[in-house]
């Protein structure tokens, strides 16, 4: 019965009138029993039942058809009388009416009118085995079936949403296996938001009662830069303190009166609720909440003062000293347009995060929101055309060199059936909120990394608008009111992005913040989706537009504390004294560079050959601003500092390597690739203080490869006149990791034992 290759069958069982199947018997030996129904007609009763039977499975039930045909159970004795052995497995065969393959219907758990008749792109719901729900995933794309980013983890079942026609479902489910049943979506934001308000309160009472709240008040804060957060939500209030609470005018109140605040409170604590409700794991809560109100209850704080008044809104934080991962989901369209070039607030944020603004000297970590599109600047041509004009550039101040700055895209499509709307972006692509950098070049890549900010949908005719279905749920300002709200766009996904990023701090508290942005940032890949932009064959020039609409991608928070704590990859926090004073001529002068000894495999990569392996690269420093009006159109003169990293060719030695780097270390010198197999190139890398590549060589060429170099070039700190009274250092963080394509366990062992033997960099004088 069952075909070769596949994982096993799915069965449907139907029983004879008025029988009942005996169900225990269809849930052991390699078979799975996935439902069952009854159903009465005219009096006469049936039940049904869906399996699913590995090879195994279906030979245990022929062999239990065949014993009931030939065999008797041993005759008993009852009473006195020997009552004759009736056939063995009589029970279950006699009950069956039929045994046939069965098709999508009979995974089907809603009612069978809802069960898809359209030929179309439709979604689905689907419960997998939850030890194969990851190979499920990996292998859907296959069978052109898209899946969420979204999964609801249950004791027994895994929930993802599939998007793909009729007949593609039923391939994947046919050869991959692994779906217990198959669901119309219907749980989205609107269907809590739509409760009364006792309903609600009981959903907010489940939760807290799953809901373990293990941030220490020495720990991991995010601290929201916004409307202030309210204190009375249940599911905030553990977790800020009164004392928490701050303002950047002393005069303000510190209630939200807005509500956007305790909306990002919400998702940075539990991201979108919708998720967190549906699933009855436990939740554990990490990190803590700050609040500093921002932003006026009443009108708007004037344009010049701006970067004043974040200023004063971190200076009235930092009164207590903590880790804090400031998040900040306000922008200004009054700048623009800017082009990516510096403002007066995206130069007092870069100076804030490098710790020479404010009352303490501290490197701050930023988030900042990317800013929301106009839904009346689109109409009825491609909704991408419209992101990516120049109208539509990234507002400020989320062009500053050092803070991390958030987009939007998005997973959800769902829309009410019958109301004719038709979602605006596709699974996995730019949300429609999100707005993209106008440049390519000069001014750093933004935004950084984009998270989910929901979707829009259309009608009959433009202009799209937000919708429940496509929103995400978050808590509310008003609660005991409302417990839940809507929430969407960029700054829904900076709320979400600084609950992770405080997450991967608390689990590295020594690292430092330019080092966190480098693993987070890192972290991040682009989508199918986003990936289905570019040729076949893409050039470092086709690429630009990824980069201006999605940054470096979605980040993953798995992949970013792997790279922490894996041996495979390595992650240095070092000081460089980029430049000085010449001994012969007095001039100013680059003076160091770092050079790492990089611990390959050599031996393992050697014997792997021509096997494929990707090294990506991330470099992350905090520069100090100069916005003066000279600076403005040059990254040497704005950065006090740039750094850079070369890696070295296969067979090149040490000597041969830093000529080639000291011939270009200046802007005039020549820009030298080490090959053409690194993805983005100097193009898209050397921008910013965060530099991100990476290339993918042969194995046996990546044991040769294993000097890397971190060297500055122009900044300007570079000058004779600054540099006579004393030399700067500047802190960087390097993440060099290793993709193996899946054979870590072969690398493991050795890398692990090179990293234990390093020594401190050493410092190259150039």
Known sequence: MAAEHLPGLYLEVQSRPNEKLKKDSLNASGVALLRCNSETHEGIATESATLFATARGVENLRKKVEQFEKEDMPAREKDGEIIPGRPRNADLVQSLAAITEAGLRALWRGPQERFPEADGVIAWELWLEPGEADAFIAKAADYQVEIGGDRL???????????????????????????????????????????????????????????????????????????????????????????????????????????????????????????????????????????????????????????????????????????????????????SPHDGAPTSWSSEVDQLAAGVSGAQPNRRLVLVSAGNTDNFAFGAGPYLDVCDHGDNEL??????????????????????????????????????????????????????????????????????????????????????????????????????????????????????????????????????????????????????????????????????????????????????????????????VHKEMRLFTLPWPVEALRKLGNTPITLRVALSSFIAPNPSEASRGSRYRYASHNLRFKLNRAGENAGQFLARISKAAEPAGPQIEEDDLWDYGSDRRDVGSLHIDQLTCRASDLARRNLLAVHPVAGWWKSKALLQGGLPEVRFALIVEIDTQGIEAELYAEVEAKVAALTPAQAVVI
């Open 153 to 335: 983890v249950f004791p027994e079942d895994v929930v993802v949403i599939a998007r793909a026609p009729r007949n593609n479902i039923a391939l994947a489910v046919r050869r991959l296996g692994s779906v217990r049943a198959l669901a119309e979506p219907v749980v989205t934001a609107d269907f809590f938001d739509a409760m009364d308000v006792q309903e609600q309160a009981a959903w907010v009472a489940e939760l807290g009662e799953r809901t373990t709240f293990a941030g220490l008040p020495d720990g991991g804060y995010v601290t929201l830069l916004d409307t202030g957060v309210s204190r009375a939500h249940p599911l905030i209030a553990p977790v800020l303190a009164a004392e928490d609470r701050h303002a950047a005018d002393p005069a303000w109140g510190l209630d939200d009166v807005k509500g956007h605040g305790t909306q990002l409170a919400g998702l940075a604590l539990y991201g979108d609720l919708t998720n967190v409700l549906q699933t009855m794991q436990p939740v554990t809560v990490a990190h803590r909440l700050e609040s500093v109100k921002l932003l006026p209850d009443a009108g708007v704080n004037p344009h010049h003062l701006l970067g004043a008044v974040t200023r004063r809104a971190i200076d009235a934080v930092e009164l207590t000293p903590r880790r804090r991962t400031f998040t900040m989901a306000a922008t200004t369209d009054e700048d």
């Open 395 to 588: 507002e400020s101040p989320s062009q500053a060199w050092n803070a991390v700055c958030v987009g939007a895209y998005t997973e959800k499509t769902m829309v009410p059936p019958g109301e004719g709307l038709v979602i605006v972006a596709p699974p996995g692509d730019l949300s429609p909120s999100s707005r993209t950098a106008s440049w390519s070049s000069t001014w750093p890549l933004k935004p950084d990394v984009v998270l989910e900010g929901g979707n829009w949908a259309v009608g009959h005719a433009p202009p799209p608008m937000r919708h429940g279905w496509l929103s995400l749920l978050t808590t509310h300002h008003g609660y005991p009111q409302r417990s839940f709200s809507f929430t969407y766009d960029t700054s829904a996904a900076t709320a979400i992005a600084a609950g992770q990023v405080t997450e991967l701090w608390s689990d590295y508290p020594q690292l430092w913040p330019e080092t966190i942005r480098g693993l987070y940032v890192a972290s991040a890949r682009w989508t199918p989706q986003m990936r289905s932009h570019l040729p076949a064959n893409p050039s470092k020039g086709d690429y630009a537009r990824l980069f201006r609409r999605y940054g470096y991608g979605v980040p993953d928070l798995a992949r970013a504390r792997r790279s922490a704590a894996n041996a495979l990859s390595l992650v240095v926090q070092d000081v460089i004294t980029p430049y000085g004073l010449s001994e012969k001529t007095g001039g100013d």
